[in-house]
């Protein structure tokens, strides 16, 4: 570990390059992901095909990797909608600007890539390292329903952030609300099978 916070749930890279909320770690800020659709358990979404980069197939891609470029090292890719999942093979990928674009075999023109946009990318979850108990990927916990102690429901958990001291969670429905990743003082329970959050949290902030 690179530092020590009691009670406080921050990230740390693991070895396979995601993000894991976890007690007593340390991390480096990463920007704020939006929200994809949420997989079965045995698929981890790792990025989405955003855009269309030149005439020859390539794609732009949105990486939830810490490091962006560390998607390209999961072989093979699963690339879908909906959570029907099809295997491509990654024929080159790297950085690209601010961000990073892919080739992948099959579509090599931009009018087949455009079959491409908006598809959601995943591995299975035996592609990455087993968690500890009390650990998650980030991509687990987007997409759950976050409800205080009174049963009041706040939204769906978009995406997560980190800041100096903690991680935060944006929670979205009627309103935003950002709700630090305390875990025991302010996230009670976490249920990945009901896809549920508890939180406590008062429902004015």
């Known amino acids: 570990m690179t530092g020590y916070a009691i009670g406080l749930a921050r990230a740390r890279k693991r070895p396979s390059g995601l993000l894991v ?12 992901v939006p929200t994809d ?8 979404v790792l990025g989405r095909v955003v855009g269309l980069y030149g005439i020859s197939g390539w794609v732009k891609l949105f990486s939830h990797t810490q490091d962006r470029n560390d998607i390209f090292n999961y072989k093979p890719l699963y690339l879908g909608r909906d959570n029907d999942w099809q295997p491509q093979t990654l024929e080159e990928g790297r950085a690209q600007g601010k961000g990073i674009v892919a080739k992948f075999s099959g579509y090599d023109d931009r009018n087949k890539a ?15 390292a087993t968690l500890a108990p009390g650990e998650y990927y980030w991509s687990d916990l987007i997409g759950l329903r976050v409800i205080n102690q ?18 935060v969670i944006v929670v979205r429905n009627k309103q935003e609300r950002l709700i630090p990743f305390i875990k025991g ?15 406590n949290w008062d429902p004015q902030f």
Do not use: H
Request: proline residues 6%; negative net charge.
């Open 21 to 32: 909320c976890l007690k007593n770690s340390a991390g480096q800020p990463r920007k704020a």
């Open 37 to 44: 659709p949420t997989p079965p358990s045995d698929w981890v």
């Open 114 to 128: 455009v079959e491409l946009l908006g598809q959601t990318i995943a591995v299975q979850r035996q592609q990455l």
């Open 150 to 167: 009174d049963d009041i429901e706040f939204g769906n958990i978009a995406y997560l952030f980190e800041t100096g001291a903690n991680d």
């Open 185 to 199: 003082k302010i996230i009670v329970s976490i249920d990945l099978e009901q896809r549920v959050m508890r939180v």
